[in-house]
């Protein structure tokens, strides 16, 4: 073999282990293509993992629950009101109507009230007494504030 033909192996097998070397990390031992797609595979994993925190602690809006009304103490209320509008001794045909009347707007008026409530807690409502177990907001005060029942009226009942 000749000179040149030595220094052209020498060159060529300097290349070939150039081109080995550069094929893999020398630290891992792994090939740089499988670095890449590992490298990506864990940028995409912790993206989807931040857009769902993202998602989870600040855009997601938790569930407010449950809140409980007494309906009973309200109706109650209203028909001590009505009983007091009544039970006078000269009611005129005008104040009985007025009591009539009363009687007849509560059912829409409570229906209404809770409706409004439920929109401003965000929660399910639900009577008083069908809860058998554990602590629930009590929006029965709120309630009776939107019929515009007084400590007054309470009172009377």
């Known amino acids: 073999m000749s000179e040149v033909e030595t220094v052209q192996a020498a ?12 094929e893999t990390n020398l630290e891992t031992g792994m090939p740089w293509p499988l670095l890449t797609l590992m490298a990506a595979l864990l940028t995409s994993v912790a993206f989807t993992v931040g857009l769902i925190a993202i998602y989870h602690f600040w855009l997601a809006r938790p569930s407010a629950g449950f809140a409980v009304v007494d309906i009973a103490s309200v109706v109650r209320v209203k028909e001590a009101e009505f009983t007091a509008l009544l039970s006078r001794p000269e009611v005129s045909d005008k104040e009985r109507m007025a009591a009539y009347q009363l009687v007849s707007r509560m ?22 007494s069908a809860v058998i177990a554990g602590v629930a907001e009590d929006l029965t ?5 939107m019929l515009g029942m007084t400590a007054r009226t309470e009172e009377r009942s």
């Open 141 to 145: 005060p709120r309630l009776k504030e």
């Open 107 to 128: 059912g829409p008026e409570i229906e209404r009230a809770v409706g409004e409530l439920q929109k401003e807690c965000a929660c399910t409502i639900i009577v008083k």
């Open 11 to 22: 060159v060529d097998e300097a290349r070939a282990e150039e081109m080995a070397s550069t």
